[in-house]
Nanobody, 125 residues
Framework: QVQLLETGGGEVQAGESLRLSCAASGHIADIEAMGWYRQTPGKQRELVATISSSGSTNYADSVKGRFTISLNNAEDTVYLQMNSLKPEDTAVYYC???????????????????WGLGTQVTVSS
């Protein structure tokens, strides 16, 4: 399987910045897309931003102009630069992966789509 390790969460004041990282590991064959989602208690997980291996990006309207997603294909790592943070950005942020990986000695890669465990981002007013 693919493992996703998110780092970079924390607590900041409104207007400050944070950078989240998510490193994928586990004999990855190909990344089709990675992304970030977030969730607050009692609400559904929502899209923050996604990026394809070719660099195409998609952002939630609420973060456009403030957040930037980037993908390092060589390191299988996706980043989320979050600027001008607002209290409403407070959530658990989850990394997502959509691609293929090799299992054991099989030459045929398997498809994997999944989430990391999440990292808490808290923005105080």
């Amino acid at each position: 399987q693919v493992q996703l390790l998110e780092t970079g969460g924390g607590e900041v004041q409104a207007g400050e910045s944070l950078r989240l990282s998510c490193a994928a590991s586990g004999h990855i064959a190909d990344i089709e897309a990675m992304g970030w989602y977030r969730q607050t208690p009692g609400k559904q997980r929502e899209l923050v931003a996604t990026i394809s291996s070719s660099g195409s990006t998609n952002y939630a309207d609420s973060v456009k102009g403030r957040f930037t997603i980037s993908l390092n294909n060589a390191e299988d790592t996706v980043y989320l630069q979050m600027n001008s943070l607002k209290p409403e950005d407070t959530a658990v942020y989850y990394c997502s992966f959509d691609g293929t990986y090799y299992q054991g000695s099989s030459p045929r890669p398997l498809r994997y789509g999944g989430w990391g465990l999440g990292t808490q981002v808290t923005v105080s007013s």
